[in-house]
């Protein structure tokens, strides 16, 4: 384990910031997560057309754009939750479950609609799921070596 100037227990140095963003919030950057989640939506989506099941893409297109959307709209409020002094403040929240409440509105919306196939839609939803799995192996891949 490297020490990183006297502070226990961190690994290396920290991430550089990018153009733009606060060295605290490079800490805190989920960044690497939400471009894992576009590959995972690429992967998927590639799949299914490589099985030929046209008929999946649309739902499995519209699932995956409500994962990049649910998970771009989750790290904005995170960000800016934890890069204000290091206090939550109430619209927090707020904010979180009105998020939360919107994204299950839509996916009952979509569901409930028909205008897509459902296993499509699931299997593009499941593109989050796919890349917070992909960037939790790579930072224990990266933390062994």
């Known amino acids: ?7 226990p227990g961190s690994e290396g140095p920290p991430p550089e910031p990018v153009a733009g963003e606060s060295p ?27 099985l030929g099941r046209y008929k999946m893409l649309p739902g499995a297109l ?9 998970f771009f709209l989750m790290r904005k409020i995170l960000e800016k939750a934890f ?27 979509v569901i409930r609609s028909g205008w897509f196939d459902a296993a499509g839609f699931l299997l593009g939803l499941s593109a989050l799921f796919l890349g917070i799995l992909l960037e939790g192996l790579s930072r224990a891949i990266e933390a062994k070596n």
């Not at 690497?32 to 057309?49: C, H, M, N, Q, T």
């Not at 519209?62 to 649910?70: E, F, K, P, S, T």
């Not at 927090?92 to 479950?97: G, K, L, P």
């Open 1 to 7: 384990m490297v020490t990183d100037g006297g502070k």
């Open 62 to 70: 519209c699932g995956a754009a409500i994962a990049c959307g649910n």
């Open 83 to 109: 890069t204000a002094g290091g206090t939550l403040g109430k619209g927090f929240a707020v904010r979180y479950i009105l998020k939360f409440l919107g994204l299950v509105a839509l996916v009952f919306l």
């Open 24 to 50: 605290a919030s490079a800490a805190l950057s989920l960044r690497p997560v939400e471009l894992k989640i576009f590959l995972s939506a690429a992967v998927i989506l590639g799949l299914i057309a490589l």
